[in-house]
């Protein structure tokens, strides 16, 4: 298996943290009534979403899970909030497990939280075809056929 570089770990890492992300939001949005989709279904997403995004590395997971879990009990916007809290506390510990291995990454953002251009994993450039031989046999076709006519 190849090594990951640093840049493919921020760029991971930083996608996992948008995908937990959504939890937080859809708690606050339930809480808040701005969500009018069926709470039992978004109950079960929810879940497994969490069992997809968490991690074993992941400390603050089972704190995240029980939050979501008092979520389900109340409701309310306090707990809501606190979910939005815990889901904020896994992304930032993911942060601290990736510097801890492989240094800062603070530099890999811009002032908007975006990974700057140079660091984005981007497919290989592609080769220019190499130039396409049938026309030069034409051309030099048409040339000899030109200087044969007029000799």
């Not at 606050?28 to 991690?55: M, S």
Request: hydrophobic share 40%; charged share 25%.
């Amino acid at each position: 298996m190849a090594t990951k570089t640093k840049s493919f770990i921020v760029s991971q890492t930083k996608r996992a943290n948008n995908r937990l992300k959504v939890v937080g939001e859809t708690c606050l949005n339930l809480a808040q009534g701005r969500d009018t989709r069926q709470p039992e279904r978004v109950q079960k997403q929810l879940a497994a979403r969490l069992d997809r995004e968490l991690t074993p590395s992941d400390l603050a997971g089972p704190a995240l899970r029980d939050a979501v879990e008092a979520f389900w009990q109340s409701r309310g916007e306090d707990a809501a909030i606190a979910v939005y809290e815990q889901v904020r506390h896994v992304q930032s510990e993911r942060w601290r497990q990736v510097e801890a291995k492989h240094g800062k990454v603070s530099h890999y953002f811009d002032a908007f939280g975006q990974i700057k251009p140079h660091y984005r994993q981007s497919a290989a450039p592609k080769k220019k075809p190499p130039p396409n031989i049938g026309y030069l046999m034409l051309l030099v076709a048409f040339v000899l056929t030109i200087v044969w006519w007029l000799w």
